[in-house]
């Protein structure tokens, strides 16, 4: 498989701004209920930091992800680990070949995820579990990001899949969703993804955490990004920010964690 071209752009930095964080960690390896003995899959792994850190917790684990750049430097912080160059639609694996598998904040990147679901349903034995980490549309409108960024936020929301999309493509390849678990953005969030600044506003005025999330690296405007910021530069200086990270609510989480058994 080449490697894909966009997902190399996000990787450029990517990894400066982008770790494993101890709670979504500890949440991912609970939900995967790992075994002794057990083969695992990181399913779009970029640069591998969730894949080594559930390595260091004694899981045996792949990697898996379109990107050769990303592969690169998760090689380079763990040869010992076994990095595959593929997409979720097109792993290349031998059929139940992995007693469970893992995918965080990537369901967004995949191209055709009916395809995505049957080649998991496939890889998988029968019964093992997947673990996704997500977010919603719905979710997504509650970020007050759409406040400043209005279009790139447009433009995240509609690649995201909904809840029911994912659960339907999930269960027509014999995926049957086990448990819904909300995540609510924590202050000492150490992964610097989308909505890493709620409640640390200030973050998203450094270019290189912004640079590592690929809302801001592929899907905003320069214009909107420069107005945005200075906007939010000023609301925070003046606190008004407050106002408007109040206006907007989360009663449903910011994301999600999903887990599915394979009934195929």
Same mark, same amino acid.
């Given at each position: 498989?080449?490697? *894909?071209?966009?997902?190399? /752009? &996000?990787?450029?930095?990517?990894?400066?701004?982008? $770790? $494993?964080?101890?709670f979504i960690l500890n949440q991912l390896y609970v939900l995967m209920s790992p075994t002794r003995d057990s083969?695992?899959? @990181?399913?779009?792994? %970029?640069?591998?930091?969730?894949? &080594?850190?559930? *390595?260091?917790? %004694?899981?045996?684990?792949? %990697?898996?992800?379109?990107?050769?750049?990303?592969?690169?430097?998760?090689?380079?912080? #763990?040869? =010992?680990?076994?990095?595959?160059?593929? #997409?979720?639609? $097109?792993? %290349? !694996?031998?059929?139940?070949?992995?007693?469970? $598998?893992?995918?965080?904040?990537?369901? *967004? *990147?995949?191209?055709?995820?009916? /395809?995505?679901?049957?080649?998991?349903?496939? !890889?998988?034995?029968?019964?093992?579990?997947?673990?996704?980490?997500?977010?919603?549309?719905?979710?997504?409108?509650?970020?007050?990001?759409?406040?400043?960024?209005?279009?790139?936020?447009?433009?995240?929301?509609?690649?995201?899949?909904? !809840?029911?999309?994912?659960?339907?493509?999930?269960?027509?390849?014999?995926?049957?969703? @086990?448990?819904? !678990?909300?995540?609510?953005?924590?202050?000492?969030?150490?992964? =610097?993804?989308?909505?890493?600044?709620?409640?640390?506003? =200030?973050?998203?005025?450094?270019?290189?955490?912004? /640079?590592?999330?690929?809302?801001?690296?592929?899907?905003?405007f320069e214009d909107e990004v420069c107005t945005g910021l200075f906007q939010l530069e000023a609301d925070i200086?003046?606190?008004?920010?407050?106002?408007i990270q109040k206006s907007y609510k989360d009663s449903d989480g910011d994301y999600y964690f999903l887990r599915?058994?394979?009934?195929?």
């Amino acid at each position: 498989m080449q490697s *894909h071209p966009t997902y190399d /752009k &996000i990787g450029s930095g990517y990894n400066d701004t982008r $770790a $494993a964080d101890p709670f979504i960690l500890n949440q991912l390896y609970v939900l995967m209920s790992p075994t002794r003995d057990s083969l695992y899959l @990181d399913v779009g792994c %970029g640069t591998g930091n969730y894949t &080594i850190e559930l *390595h260091n917790k %004694g899981l045996n684990i792949k %990697g898996l992800d379109p990107s050769q750049r990303m592969l690169d430097i998760a090689k380079r912080k #763990a040869p =010992h680990i076994e990095w595959i160059l593929g #997409a979720a639609e $097109a792993m %290349g !694996i031998n059929p139940n070949s992995f007693d469970g $598998a893992v995918a965080s904040l990537t369901i *967004h *990147h995949w191209n055709n995820m009916n /395809k995505a679901f049957f080649e998991l349903s496939n !890889i998988l034995k029968p019964n093992a579990s997947f673990v996704l980490f997500t977010s919603s549309p719905h979710q997504m409108r509650t970020y007050w990001l759409n406040h400043y960024f209005p279009e790139m936020m447009e433009k995240s929301i509609l690649q995201m899949p909904g !809840i029911d999309q994912i659960t339907n493509a999930a269960a027509n390849q014999g995926l049957m969703l @086990d448990a819904t !678990i909300p995540y609510y953005v924590k202050t000492d969030l150490k992964d =610097h993804f989308l909505y890493v600044g709620k409640e640390r506003p =200030h973050l998203y005025l450094d270019g290189n955490i912004r /640079k590592g999330i690929s809302s801001f690296s592929n899907l905003a405007f320069e214009d909107e990004v420069c107005t945005g910021l200075f906007q939010l530069e000023a609301d925070i200086q003046s606190g008004d920010i407050n106002k408007i990270q109040k206006s907007y609510k989360d009663s449903d989480g910011d994301y999600y964690f999903l887990r599915f058994l394979n009934k195929k």
